[in-house]
């Protein structure tokens, strides 16, 4: 597999349901990021992973609860979530440098669509 | 917090005809200003992308320019294609803490070729 790989690809949940959505990169890099993608919005950051440590968490609600095991995993822990959580997730990762280079290309997996009735 | 305003939400140009997407940004500090392109069904994609140090980038039939003074930079297609149609991304650099960037993105424009 080469890339960014995001499961699974769709999810319908219950507001009262607990699911996860998984990210894996094979791209070697060492930060990772989720964001959020709604209708007629700008992608959302939620949550960066810089070298296996949160840097941010971008006023994220606690029923959405990241995890990063390691440089090449992210996940998405999702619990008692609301309808207007319905979006795309969009996992991303990028080679971060020091030196005023920051994060450079972010290359994006193909997202987790996800409806909560 | 850094603001991106992007400009037209939908463009439709006909076939060959040249097609301009036009961002601002609010932050002084971004230095890095990339353009990405999402097909249905698949995650954004990079095409090209510009530091604040260059004024502008050519690649093929894309072309980005950057105006620092007046925070804007713009998305160049020229000789379009049916396979450009796509929605484009423009994005700021930002500091999110911890010495890590991330991203803002601006709300994207559907960009449709008319044959």
């Known amino acids: 597999e080469t890339g960014v790989t995001q499961t699974p690809r769709h999810l319908v949940m219950g507001m009262t349901n607990k699911k996860s959505l998984k990210c894996e990169q094979h791209?070697?890099?060492?930060?990772m990021y989720w964001y959020k993608q709604s209708a007629k919005k700008p992608l959302e950051l939620m949550f960066v992973y810089n070298f296996k440590e949160q840097t941010e968490n971008n006023s994220v609600p606690s029923r959405f609860s990241p995890e990063c095991p390691n440089s090449s995993h992210l996940f998405l822990h999702l619990h008692t979530l609301q309808p207007e959580d319905s979006a795309l997730y969009l996992c991303?990762?990028?080679?971060?440098?020091?030196?005023?280079?920051?994060?450079?290309?972010?290359?994006f997996g193909e997202g987790s669509r996800l409806t909560v009735l | 917090g850094e603001n991106v305003e992007q400009h037209p939400s939908t463009l439709s140009v006909q076939e060959g005809d040249s097609a301009v997407i036009k961002c601002t940004y609010s932050?002084?500090?971004?230095?890095?200003f990339p353009w990405y392109k999402q097909e249905l069904g698949k995650g954004p994609q990079l095409i090209i992308d510009i530091r604040s140090n260059v004024g502008e980038k050519k690649d093929q039939r894309i072309a980005v320019t950057l105006n620092k003074t007046a925070k804007h930079f713009s998305l160049h297609i020229t000789e379009t294609q049916p396979e450009d149609s796509a929605v484009y991304f423009c994005a700021a650099s930002i500091r999110v803490g911890g010495g890590a960037d991330g991203l803002t993105f601006g709300k994207g424009t559907h960009l449709i070729i008319q044959p």
């Open positions: 791209l070697g890099h060492n930060a």
């Open positions: 932050d002084s500090a971004s230095n890095y």
């Open positions: 991303a990762s990028s080679q971060w440098t020091s030196g005023g280079r920051g994060a450079g290309e972010l290359f």
